[in-house]
């Protein structure tokens, strides 16, 4: 006898419909006939009930996509901008390890988890970096940012943005958005959307960090400065913003400073002329995370969902990274050498101006002066940014006779190959180092934020007592993206500061651009 699946019960068709990914698929399941739309239907408000119901207690579970999917498409970055939209993530701008910043946009396709990069038209953004990226009906906005300047000059001025940028998926278009008004230059700032408003909260701007709240209406384009409560939150950065309906936002941690990460909450009232900013009660603080400061929170139903490194593991160097902070480092870093076998070198690039240099400002060592052949007998004057010249017999005769040009020509060589024996020790040094590192590195961990009575007349928020599992998910880091889907948490990209070598001027900062996702167990019908 054969049996076709509208035979079986429907239990059984939902069942087989639960194990198909919850996007475009699922949704087209609702197309074939009245009965599988009634399937489909349950199937999906099970899921999202599962979910939220794992989310409270706790039992989540990370996956990671295989790098077959991903290693060969999108760049690795950290600082980005991501946001969801229909049944695709869709992934704007960030910079690598070495703070080059990008404007290209990405689309990872949920049903079928691979990157596509769309031929975008219109006005391209700047290539930047903490900027917020947010969905409206059909349309993407992104606002604000920085960028870091090129190395050469050095002691350039980073760039901060008030460009208001949006991109129409369905035309594949960005449209620049000139105002009259418009908040000052902001990065790693946060922003919400309330009905027809985007509400945008703190932020670095260029001589400050800000507290201000500034609105756009979306169906006119035009920006006004929100008047607040005298009681207010600090002025901060790297903060995340949860919507909580049409009137109310919460701003959840931050950073006010260098090392100065906050893990407060604050509630506000968007009621009246003048909003109202209320602090958050926290309770159960000993499950609350280290610190919440560019660690991207994501709401669930009655609860945030926040990753941060696991209070029990062991204690690893400290990962705040001020951007004002990163940008003077970044501007002023020691040069390499012009010879490529040369290593960076140790020291602040202070010592590079105070040196000798023959042929001006951070150009190349010249091994005579003329001038100096003539007038004087002594040996001429070795700057100390070329430390590897110990003879001290360079002069004009080395032009002049063959035979000292030969004995020049020797000891180059083995200097040459004295440099080579030092790179290659530095370089396994440093390998050496950072494998040991990398046994003892810690990983993300999941902690879970209780907001049911955060809009009650006692505004607290409780955080839920989990076990936690410090070696289940990724590798410790920061400055990642971390988006709802449908049934699952998406997280990509990131930072990991590493302190391992020892050295101030190597840059030991691991980006990534692996793609983890949190879903909850297996849920049976």
Same mark, same amino acid.
Request: hydrophobic letters at 35%.
């Given at each position: 006898?054969?049996?076709?699946?509208?035979?079986?019960?429907?239990?059984?068709l939902?069942?087989?419909?639960?194990?198909?990914?919850? $996007?475009k698929?699922?949704?087209?399941? *609702?197309?074939?006939?009245?009965?599988?739309?009634?399937?489909?239907?349950?199937?999906?408000?099970?899921?999202?009930?599962?979910?939220?119901?794992?989310?409270?207690?706790?039992? /989540? /579970?990370?996956?990671?996509?295989? %790098?077959?999917?991903?290693?060969?498409?999108?760049g690795?970055?950290?600082?980005?901008s991501?946001?969801?939209?229909?049944?695709?993530?869709?992934?704007f701008?960030?910079?690598?390890?070495?703070?080059?910043?990008?404007?290209?946009?990405?689309?990872?396709?949920?049903?079928?988890?691979?990157?596509?990069?769309?031929?975008?038209?219109g006005?391209?953004? %700047?290539?930047k970096?903490? #900027?917020?990226?947010?969905? $409206?009906?059909?349309?993407?906005?992104?606002?604000?940012?920085?960028?870091?300047?090129?190395?050469?000059?050095?002691?350039?001025?980073?760039?901060?943005?008030?460009?208001?940028?949006?991109?129409?998926?369905?035309?594949?278009? !960005?449209?620049?958005?000139?105002?009259?008004?418009?908040?000052?230059?902001?990065?790693?700032?946060?922003?919400?959307?309330?009905?027809?408003?985007?509400? &945008?909260?703190?932020?670095?701007?260029?001589?400050y960090?800000?507290?201000?709240?500034?609105?756009?209406?979306?169906?006119?384009?035009?920006?006004?400065?929100?008047?607040?409560?005298?009681?207010?939150?600090?002025?901060?950065?790297?903060?995340?913003?949860?919507?909580?309906?049409?009137?109310?936002?919460?701003?959840?941690g931050?950073?006010?400073g260098p090392? #100065?990460?906050?893990?407060?909450?604050?509630?506000?009232?968007m009621?009246?002329?003048? !909003?109202?900013?209320?602090?958050?009660?926290?309770?159960?603080?000993?499950?609350?995370?280290?610190?919440?400061?560019?660690?991207?929170?994501?709401?669930?139903?009655?609860?945030?969902?926040?990753?941060?490194?696991?209070?029990?593991?062991?204690? @690893?160097? =400290?990962?705040?990274?001020s951007l004002?902070k990163?940008?003077?480092?970044?501007?002023?870093?020691?040069?390499?050498?012009?010879?490529?076998?040369?290593?960076?070198?140790?020291?602040?690039?202070?010592?590079?101006?105070? =040196?000798?240099?023959?042929?001006?400002?951070?150009?190349v060592?010249?091994?005579?002066?003329?001038?100096? #052949?003539?007038?004087?007998?002594?040996?001429?004057?070795?700057?100390?940014?070329?430390?590897? $010249?110990?003879?001290?017999?360079?002069?004009?005769?080395?032009?002049? =006779?063959?035979?000292?040009?030969?004995?020049?020509?020797?000891n180059?060589?083995?200097?040459?190959?004295?440099? *080579?024996?030092?790179?290659?020790?530095?370089r396994?040094?440093?390998?050496a180092?950072?494998? &040991?590192?990398?046994?003892?590195?810690?990983? /993300?961990?999941?902690? &879970?934020?209780?907001?049911t009575?955060?809009?009650?007349?006692?505004?607290?928020? @409780? !955080?839920?007592?989990?076990?936690?599992?410090?070696?289940?998910?990724?590798?410790? *880091?920061?400055?990642?993206?971390?988006?709802?889907? *449908?049934?699952?948490?998406?997280?990509?990209?990131?930072?990991?500061?590493?302190?391992?070598?020892?050295?101030?001027?190597?840059?030991?900062?691991?980006?990534?651009?692996?793609?983890?996702?949190?879903?909850?167990?297996? $849920?049976?019908i």
């Amino acid at each position: 006898m054969q049996c076709k699946i509208n035979d079986l019960p429907d239990e059984l068709l939902e069942y087989i419909l639960s194990l198909i990914p919850p $996007y475009k698929d699922l949704q087209e399941c *609702r197309l074939v006939c009245k009965r599988w739309y009634r399937a489909t239907k349950n199937v999906i408000e099970h899921n999202k009930a599962h979910f939220q119901k794992s989310v409270a207690f706790g039992s /989540l /579970l990370w996956n990671s996509l295989p %790098s077959m999917h991903w290693i060969s498409t999108i760049g690795k970055r950290h600082s980005h901008s991501a946001c969801i939209y229909d049944n695709s993530m869709y992934v704007f701008g960030g910079c690598t390890a070495a703070w080059t910043t990008f404007n290209d946009l990405w689309q990872l396709d949920l049903s079928t988890r691979t990157w596509v990069r769309p031929i975008t038209m219109g006005n391209y953004p %700047s290539p930047k970096a903490c #900027a917020t990226m947010l969905y $409206y009906k059909t349309n993407l906005i992104l606002f604000g940012g920085w960028s870091h300047p090129s190395p050469y000059p050095l002691h350039q001025q980073w760039k901060l943005f008030n460009e208001l940028h949006v991109y129409c998926i369905k035309s594949n278009k !960005w449209t620049a958005i000139n105002t009259l008004e418009t908040p000052p230059p902001t990065s790693a700032h946060s922003a919400t959307i309330h009905k027809n408003l985007m509400v &945008v909260f703190g932020g670095v701007c260029n001589e400050y960090i800000s507290n201000d709240v500034w609105c756009l209406n979306l169906d006119t384009y035009t920006w006004h400065k929100q008047s607040t409560s005298n009681l207010k939150p600090q002025p901060r950065y790297g903060q995340s913003q949860i919507e909580l309906g049409e009137k109310h936002l919460l701003v959840l941690g931050g950073c006010t400073g260098p090392n #100065a990460a906050m893990n407060d909450a604050w509630l506000l009232t968007m009621e009246g002329t003048s !909003w109202t900013w209320r602090k958050v009660n926290m309770h159960n603080t000993e499950w609350a995370p280290t610190r919440i400061w560019c660690h991207q929170a994501c709401k669930v139903g009655n609860y945030i969902i926040v990753l941060s490194k696991n209070r029990h593991q062991t204690k @690893s160097s =400290d990962m705040s990274i001020s951007l004002k902070k990163v940008a003077c480092q970044r501007s002023a870093s020691p040069r390499l050498c012009e010879s490529n076998l040369l290593p960076e070198r140790q020291g602040n690039v202070s010592t590079v101006d105070k =040196d000798e240099n023959v042929n001006g400002k951070h150009g190349v060592f010249s091994r005579a002066c003329p001038q100096n #052949a003539h007038t004087s007998s002594q040996t001429p004057n070795i700057p100390k940014t070329i430390p590897f $010249y110990s003879d001290n017999t360079l002069s004009m005769a080395a032009f002049r =006779d063959q035979s000292l040009r030969s004995n020049s020509n020797t000891n180059r060589q083995r200097q040459l190959e004295s440099l *080579r024996r030092m790179e290659e020790k530095i370089r396994n040094k440093k390998a050496a180092v950072t494998k &040991v590192s990398k046994k003892a590195e810690n990983t /993300l961990s999941i902690f &879970v934020l209780d907001i049911t009575n955060v809009l009650s007349d006692d505004c607290n928020a @409780s !955080w839920v007592p989990l076990k936690q599992n410090g070696h289940s998910g990724p590798d410790e *880091r920061i400055l990642y993206s971390l988006v709802l889907g *449908r049934g699952e948490l998406i997280v990509f990209g990131g930072i990991r500061k590493e302190h391992s070598s020892g050295h101030t001027d190597i840059d030991d900062s691991v980006v990534y651009n692996d793609l983890h996702f949190i879903n909850p167990p297996r $849920y049976i019908i």
